[in-house]
DNA sequence: AAAAATTACAACCGCATGGTA
DNA sequence: ATACCATGCGGTTGTAATTTT
């Protein structure tokens, strides 16, 4: 008992696509449409292949302005700086690169880019460690994590629930944006992006730029400013209203001014927004990332982790791999 | 020159998601 | 509410092309 296949197996083609079947394909797409119906598709127009495949074929390689190969070096940045804030979300960096598909993308980040981004790390470490100031950085950023924590600026449950563990993020924390990122990532405990009208924002905003509004299922929403949200406490038991429920269903920070009779609905924080008032949102939506098959590179992303021993770990064994 | 290894990328697969009946 | 189905997504594989030995 598996799973129902999608298609007649026995009676579809596999492998590499024909020249007549691209312009088959091709051909009655551009007339008609597909038709809302990719599973039909191949029937109706006389392919053997399975419905997947034509879809596949026409997003990957037929439509129009498709770009591929010669990535820019403004595009491999794109690629990398989204590659470590929200991991391997393909769909969501490809949605960011016109003309690029996912595919593309993904198989240039395995092929060439990871490469090229960890012996740039590497070359970095190395210069820390010829500099001395690898352990010093260490050492500095343990410190700041304390102190925030001392003086609770972080939730009180951060210890005991989660908090990201990026080595990336945490060895280059030395501004207020990257601070703010990781404050955002112990409440949420995923990966964080800004949108403004459906763009991405590269830029951490400033602290006093932000306000927060959360709902639960039992509650209206609630909004605060951002600060006031970072020292309020969550109900574990989930009886708190809006943001201050544990299991609130939406919590979201926006960027702009807050205006008590100007608040908009946001479903969630990927959807596009317009409207004046209050501009952008954050998702929270949960991390992919750091799970996939080449564990090295989850340390430069933004995954989240159980504890602040594990934070704690992880600086001791970044120190030690670099000894 | 040929075999082996590596790279590049198209395509596949199974699971997740969201719409709808 | 829920069962079903088409589509979307991301990990993985297969293989042609290229480079190295």
């Known amino acids: 008992m598996g799973r129902a296949p999608c298609c007649d197996k026995a009676n ?3 492998g590499p696509w024909s020249p007549e079947e691209d312009a088959k394909l091709k ?5 008609n449409g597909t038709g809302g119906n990719w599973i039909a598709l191949p029937q109706k127009i006389g ?4 419905g997947k495949s034509c879809r596949l074929r026409w997003l990957n390689y037929l439509r129009p302005n498709i770009k591929h190969g010669g990535f820019t070096e403004e595009e491999e940045n794109i690629i990398c700086s989204l590659y470590i804030s929200i991991g391997s979300r393909w769909s969501i960096i490809a949605a960011q690169l016109p003309g690029r598909t996912d595919n593309d993308i993904k198989n240039y980040w395995n092929t060439r880019l990871k490469k090229k981004l960890m012996a740039k790390q590497r070359k970095e470490q190395a210069a820390c460690r010829a500099a001395g100031l690898l352990e010093q950085e260490i050492k500095r950023e343990s410190e700041t994590f ?3 924590q001392s003086l609770n600026q972080l939730p009180y449950w951060a210890d005991q629930q989660q908090q990201p563990a990026s080595m990336a993020m945490m060895m280059h924390s030395n501004n207020e944006a990257d601070q703010l990122n990781r404050l955002l990532n112990m409440r949420f405990g995923g990966q964080q992006q800004f949108y403004d009208n459906s763009q991405f924002i590269h830029q951490f ?12 299922s039992n509650s209206s929403a609630v909004a605060m400013n951002f600060t006031q949200w970072l020292n309020t406490e969550y109900d574990l038991n989930n009886n708190g209203s809006g943001m201050n429920n544990f299991a609130a269903d939406e919590v979201e920070v926006y960027l702009g001014n ?3 009779n100007n608040q908009q609905s946001f479903e ?14 954050i998702s929270t939506t949960s991390n992919s990332a750091g799970s996939n098959s080449w564990g090295d590179m989850s340390s430069l992303v933004n995954t989240p982790a ?12 970044l120190a030690a791999s670099v000894e």
């Open 27 to 31: 051909s009655y797409i551009e007339q």
């Open 268 to 281: 969630n924080g990927n959807e596009s927004y317009s409207g004046g008032g209050v501009g952008n949102s």
């Open 146 to 148: 304390l102190v925030n």
């Open 47 to 50: 392919l053997k292949r399975c």
């Open 12 to 14: 579809v083609k596999k």
């Open 205 to 216: 905003p400033s602290q006093d730029q932000l306000f927060v509004e959360g709902s639960s």
């Open 306 to 317: 159980s504890s602040f021993e594990a934070y704690q770990n992880g600086m001791l064994q």
């Open 258 to 260: 807050h205006h008590p």
